[in-house]
């Protein structure tokens, strides 16, 4: 796995032993409280399976330079999809996005906007923005799960050890990007030129 860091970005990248020349690589883009170590499984995975893969921490997440506080709790959907955008340019090629939850609604906004190889939602944001209405996070602090929150919302039915080793690494997240993707963003969907594949997790039965 190798980390580098763009605008201060952190950038993880791993390359399979034997790439094929065809594929395009692919960037994974992850949701509120999380970093681009939330995405490490599948990128061996991916690697295993030759593809090229790339995660990165989005702005005042993950390993990602430290923020201001109050510009961290200034940030928006827009700028967060800038700072996507910023690395999929970096890398060269169109890519293939991979984006969960919030992820997944900047990985549509940069499709949109910039093109790419292939786009896949993983229990993503819609395009109109999160579906259930809910008042706006207070702007003058963090949004911050309790493990109990975070493990109710994120992790449902997870391995016990896996969830708690998770939720010890999950951030706070910007009431700014929260209250500009909470129905509040538009996406354009009409505007995405390349396959979309959505992949929505079963509920319990």
């Keep these: 796995m190798q980390l580098r860091h763009l605008d201060g970005l952190e950038w993880l990248t791993l390359a399979p032993h034997h790439a094929a020349p065809d594929r395009p690589p692919v960037l994974f883009v992850h949701g509120n409280w999380h970093g681009a170590w939330c995405w490490e499984g599948w990128m ?3 690697a295993e399976a030759g593809w090229t893969t790339h995660a990165l921490s989005l702005p005042g997440h993950g390993s990602s330079a430290p923020m201001l506080m109050e510009a961290f709790l200034a940030l928006d959907a827009a700028a967060m999809a800038q700072a996507v955008g910023r690395v999929a340019a970096a ?21 949109a906007r910039d093109g790419a190889a292939a786009l896949v939602l993983v229990a ?24 109990e929150a975070a493990a109710q919302l994120l992790f449902h039915n997870a391995e016990p050890v896996t969830m708690r080793a998770a939720i010890a690494r999950l951030g706070p997240a910007s009431p700014g990007i929260m209250n500009s993707s909470g129905g509040r963003l538009r996406g354009d969907v009409k505007g995405v030129p390349c396959p979309v594949l959505v992949v929505w997790p079963l509920a319990d039965r």
């Design 44 to 46: 061996r995975a991916f």
């Design 124 to 147: 993503s944001a819609a395009p109109y923005g999160l579906s259930t209405p809910r008042p706006p996070f207070p702007a003058d602090r963090p949004v911050v799960l309790s493990p």
């Design 91 to 111: 890398i060269g090629r169109r890519c293939v996005l991979v984006g969960h939850s919030l992820g997944g609604l900047l990985s549509q906004a940069v499709a």
